[in-house]
T-cell receptor
Framework: AQTVTQSQPEMSVQEAETVTLSCTYDTSESDYYLFWYKQPPSRQMILVIRQEAYKQQNATENRFSVNFQKAAKSFSLKISDSQLGDAAMYFC????????????FGEGTQLTVNP | KAGVTQTPRYLIKTRGQQVTLSCSPISGHRSVSWYQQTPGQGLQFLFEYFSETQRNKGNFPGRFSGRQFSNSRSEMNVSTLELGDSALYLCASRVAGGYEQYFGPGTRLTVT
């Protein structure tokens, strides 16, 4: 079974600065998808960014980018120019290509953005 | 396009009762998945329905069941409620072959 680990329960960053959230996963599969979701206090889960394992190029979405290290099974999220609205719980998630929509989530990292 | 909707948003039930939660996916999305979120266990997959068939099931007791209708709307039922069933229940939908799941706002269930 796949597992996802986020070793940082809490992180904080100053507004306009950069922060990196860590995620490691364990799988025996070679093809899969990885995601970062954001959950603000409203509890609505919002997709931030996704990465297909077969792609070597790291995904980027505006101020959000990932560092995908397949051999190390690492998938970190970098938030540049942090904004107050980035404050939320961030979840790393894994989806196999053979298990439909089933997502395996990490424990989450609570990000605080200080003005 | 309207997002995923879940009803009701909040629910209070008594131990031993049963409850039904509803999820309407984004139009055109045929896959609906359910997740339970608790402070202790985090986010856990309950089950997935696709074209009215359960395609995948998580490690939950048989008290948790679901179904999907021909219009892709899904319901989740929990029978004989226990205090530990208190949680945020999230539903997500995905278009067939799509990478991404879109989540609803959740139903907060409190069991007393």
């Amino acid at each position: 079974a796949q597992t996802v680990t986020q070793s940082q329960p809490e992180m904080s960053v100053q507004e306009a600065e950069t922060v990196t959230l860590s995620c490691t996963y364990d799988t025996s599969e070679s093809d899969y998808y990885l995601f970062w979701y954001k959950q603000p206090p409203s509890r609505q889960m919002i997709l931030v960014i996704r990465q297909e394992a077969y792609k070597q190029q790291n995904a980027t979405e505006n101020r959000f980018s990932v560092n995908f290290q397949k051999a190390a099974k690492s998938f970190s999220l970098k938030i540049s120019d942090s904004q107050l609205g980035d404050a939320a719980m961030y979840f790393c998630a894994y989806r196999s290509t053979t298990s439909g929509s089933r997502l395996t989530f990490g424990e989450g990292t609570q990000l605080t953005v200080n003005p | 396009k309207a997002g995923v909707t879940q009803t009701p948003r909040y629910l209070i039930k008594t131990r031993g009762q049963q409850v039904t939660l509803s999820c309407s996916p984004i139009s055109g999305h045929r896959s609906v998945s359910w997740y339970q979120q608790t402070p202790g266990q985090g986010l856990q997959f309950l089950f997935e329905y696709f074209s009215e068939t359960q395609r995948n099931k998580g490690n939950f007791p048989g008290r948790f069941s679901g179904r999907q209708f021909s219009n892709s709307r899904s319901e989740m039922n929990v029978s004989t409620l226990e205090l530990g069933d208190s949680a945020l229940y999230l539903c997500a939908s995905r278009v067939a072959g799509g990478y991404e799941q879109y989540f609803g706002p959740g139903t907060r269930l409190t069991v007393t």
